[in-house]
């Protein structure tokens, strides 16, 4: 008996330190794909602040967001004001107080370009993201930044770069630096399930 607890408790205490190691390992584009493919779908609150160079301080925002993979995106602010964007597929439908436009993203490659740095990591989608992105990442499972840079001019003259920081399968924040200086930070807190 005391041999099978010693055997036990050694054989927990190598799986602890390989989970331990495992976390403090540098983390790999495909196995962090891999994690964030396996979470088809979440919700999670949000807080936004937009720095623009014209404004003294911050503009903020707080709502939430919805993710149903592949191809569903929907952010619903509700503070200051209420506004709803809904990404579904490639139709992407505004609603601020009662007007509401619906674009088709092919005719709007900049935004889409955007879009699809959200949507694909959410969805783990490499080949997506690197058909717009040069794709950097650094850190471990357990703390993560992925750096897009884009490929086409279109979107490089609206994003000059998109960096997401999470832990395992979440992203944490999103930051959007703009070509022209200004930027944005949003702060993601997944939802209890």
Sequence with gaps: MTRLL???????????????????????LGPLMDA????PHGTATFTEQKFISFLDAPVE?????RFIAPARLEKYTLEPAAESLVLDGEELTVARGK?????????????????????????GDRRALEKVYRLR?????????????????????MVKRIEMQGAQAEVRTVEIQQADGDY??????????
């Design 6 to 28: 010693t055997y036990l408790a050694g054989a927990m205490l190598f799986a602890a330190a390989t989970t331990a190691f495992a976390a403090a390992a540098p983390l790999g």
């Design 61 to 65: 925002s707080s709502g939430t967001l």
């Design 184 to 193: 944005s930070i949003m702060t993601i807190q997944a939802a209890a399930p």
């Design 36 to 39: 964030l493919a396996a979470s």
């Design 99 to 123: 007007r509401k436009q619906v674009l088709q993203l092919k005719d709007y490659p900049e935004i889409a370009g955007m879009i699809v740095s959200i949507r694909a990591t959410l969805s």
């Design 137 to 157: 990442l650094t850190g471990t499972a357990a703390r993560w930044t992925l750096v897009l840079v884009p490929l086409d001019a279109k979107v490089a003259r």
